[in-house]
Nanobody, 124 residues
Framework: QVQLVESGGGLVQAGGSLRLSCAASGRTFSAYTAAWFRQSPGKEREFVAAMFWTGGRTAYGDSVKGRFTISVDNAKNTVYLQMNNLKPEDTGVYYC?????????????????WGKGTLVTVSS
């Protein structure tokens, strides 16, 4: 059973930075995608970033390109999301996700297993 536990959320001023972490367990992850999504009140879950656990190819949502960076530490089975130059519109619950199918990178929420999320609030 895949388990994903996020941490690192909090309150930050606009222009600041946060790093989210996600500890993963329950299976071998090397052939799968690690991803982050977010959801703001009244909005649908939005794709933020993804990469394969083995490294290499990455993908980002248009609203975070150039500001957010996804990375993995395979030795620790941990995924990170470094968020810089945060804006109030980045506020939301951030979810860590692990792909259901190997070697498949998708922006569709249905393609993933989910953590419970961590709240990020960016004040103006």
């Amino acid at each position: 059973q895949v388990q994903l536990v996020e941490s690192g959320g909090g309150l930050v001023q606009a222009g600041g930075s946060l790093r989210l972490s996600c500890a993963a367990s329950g299976r071998t992850f090397s052939a799968y995608t690690a991803a982050w999504f977010r959801q703001s009140p009244g909005k649908e879950r939005e794709f933020v970033a993804a990469m394969f656990w083995t490294g290499g190819r990455t993908a980002y949502g248009d609203s975070v390109k150039g500001r957010f960076t996804i990375s993995v530490d395979n030795a620790k089975n941990t995924v990170y999301l470094q968020m810089n130059n945060l804006k109030p519109e980045d506020t939301g619950v951030y979810y860590c996700a692990a792909g259901r199918e190997p070697w498949t990178m998708s922006i569709s929420p249905e393609a993933y297993y989910w953590g419970k999320g961590t709240l990020v609030t960016v004040s103006s």
